[in-house]
């Protein structure tokens, strides 16, 4: 088996390298520096493996490049700007794909303009496969099905300030710009309050203060869940810091980050679902080391999707694969789920 990693010399990139690598499947190393591919291939302990050159603007030498492998995990954001390509080519080359997109506007068009072309080629694309957007949205279709008539769904990110990298800086930042959505009467109109009261995060004994944020999980949870309204929030001192990224300072962040501070960080995705009744449920995701959990997830995405089983077309985690299943193969990298009832 033969996994595509676009953007392979970039730190999420080389991260799926490795996992493939640990996985016992072959990788190819996609990307527009050959220089910089192989020294990725060369960290990542694969001297030997296949480097393909292939810019945005050569969509012949991109298809290509994808044309003889079983999926394409692509890494190389902002996906705003650089995403769609990647797509195409795929789509084009007959191969399924997979990115970690948390950027919720990109999200959307994907969504709703290339699931047409997939089925038509007969692969399907599942965007957003990061610690945010592919944990948050499985765990909302488990807490979503606790409740009978679901009149609104929240999602939260309630990880503690800490490390980012570069490629992270410049997405959150162009997300924060963009301002948030919320999903209403079927429709994604612009996030006109600061956010839901304060929260208690699983784990912690006083509720933090939440701020409306462009997740994932708006664009994703209402593909599958039948619904009023999703909203999503962040931690509001995690939303201060994003806000205060200028490009200055985008660009003067790191472009990796040190094992050490990596597994020192914790993230964790919450949902809650409220009834039109009354009824309310909880759910919540958590690990550490959330660069490395997205290589995990982003690698095993693409696995199942080449082993069979998920419909054509462009759909959300949750349509693409069983929500309990794949949390449960994230268990051992020390990754816990839960869902419950709170009346």
């Given at each position: 088996m033969r996994i595509a990693v676009h953007g392979a010399s970039g730190f999420t990139g080389g991260l799926a390298v490795a996992e493939l690598v640990r996985r016992g499947i072959e990788p190819v190393l996609v990307g527009r520096n050959?220089?910089?591919?192989r020294a990725a291939a060369v960290a990542s302990g694969v001297p030997d493996a296949e480097v393909r050159v292939a810019g945005l603007d050569d969509s012949v030498a991109l298809t290509a490049a994808f044309a003889d492998c079983v999926a394409v995990v692509n890494c190389a954001g902002p996906f705003t700007r650089w995403g769609e390509p990647v797509v195409r080519a795929a789509i084009a080359a007959g191969r399924h794909y997979v990115d970690t997109t948390g950027e919720q506007r990109y999200l959307h068009r994907i969504l709703t303009e290339f699931g047409k072309d997939a089925e038509e080629a007969g692969v399907t694309v599942v965007p957003a496969m990061a610690d945010d957007g592919g944990p948050g949205d499985l765990i909302a279709a488990l807490t979503a099905s606790r409740v009978p008539e679901v009149a609104e769904v929240v999602i939260a990110d309630l990880r503690l300030p800490g490390s980012a990298s570069r490629g992270t800086a410049r997405s959150m930042a162009s997300v924060f710009e963009e301002g948030p959505w919320e999903f209403v009467d079927g429709e994604w109109i612009a996030a006109t309050e600061p956010g839901p009261e304060p929260i208690v995060p699983p784990g912690e004994a006083v509720a933090v203060p939440v701020s409306a944020f462009a997740l994932?999980?708006?664009v994703t949870i209402?593909?599958?869940?039948?619904?009023?309204?999703?909203r999503s929030a962040i931690r509001t001192e995690v939303a201060a810091l994003f806000s205060a990224l200028t490009s200055d300072i985008v660009e003067s962040i790191p472009e990796s980050i040190a094992r050490d501070a990596r597994q020192a960080g914790r993230w964790l995705m919450m949902a809650e679902a409220i009834g039109t009744d009354g009824r309310r449920a909880r759910g919540w995701v958590a690990g550490s080391d959330g660069y490395r959990l997205t290589a995990v997830i982003a690698v095993e995405a693409a696995r199942r999707l080449a082993a069979g089983g998920a419909p054509a077309g462009a759909l959300a985690p949750a349509e693409a694969f069983d929500a309990a299943d794949f949390l449960d193969f994230l268990t051992p990298e020390a990754v816990t789920w839960q869902v419950e009832d709170l009346r």
């Open positions: 050959a220089d910089r591919l994932p999980g708006v209402p593909r599958h869940v039948r619904t009023r309204r999703v």
